[in-house]
């Protein structure tokens, strides 16, 4: 079983910065595509970031020139920086692994998830 753990979260006033980490158990996970997702209280989880095994990146519209998503695979460790954070980014961001090359945004394709690290920005 593919295990993934976040951290990176915290609380940031609007226009900080943090970076978050997932580390995957799995010795192939090198083959995988990694992404990032989140979700707000009452709304629906979102795709924000996602990465192939060559390090080729999709970015959600809503992040796209602010959140950089990198991976290391000699670590097994996924990256998300996020700059310029406004409150509409507060959500629990949880990273997720799929054993398929196709990259995608959306949640469903991905068949192992984190528990997810907390992201609050303040105005």
């Known amino acids: 079983q593919v295990q993934l753990v976040e951290s990176g979260g915290g609380s940031v006033s609007a226009g900080g910065s943090l970076r978050l980490s997932c580390t995957v158990s799995?010795?192939?996970?090198?083959?995988?595509?990694l992404g990032w997702f989140r979700q707000a209280p009452g709304k629906a989880r979102e795709g924000v970031a996602t990465?192939?095994?060559?390090?080729?990146?999709t970015y959600a519209d809503s992040v796209k020139g602010r959140f950089t998503i990198s991976r290391d695979n000699a670590k097994n460790t996924l990256y998300l920086q996020m700059n310029s954070l406004n409150p509409g980014d507060t959500a629990m961001y949880s990273c997720?692994?799929?054993?398929?090359?196709?990259?995608?945004?959306?949640?469903?394709?991905?068949?192992?998830w984190g528990q997810g690290t907390q992201v609050t920005v303040s105005s």
């Open positions: 799995d010795q192939s996970a090198s083959s995988y595509c």
């Open positions: 990465i192939d095994s060559d390090g080729s990146p």
């Open positions: 997720a692994a799929k054993n398929s090359a196709t990259l995608s945004l959306m949640g469903y394709t991905y068949n192992f």
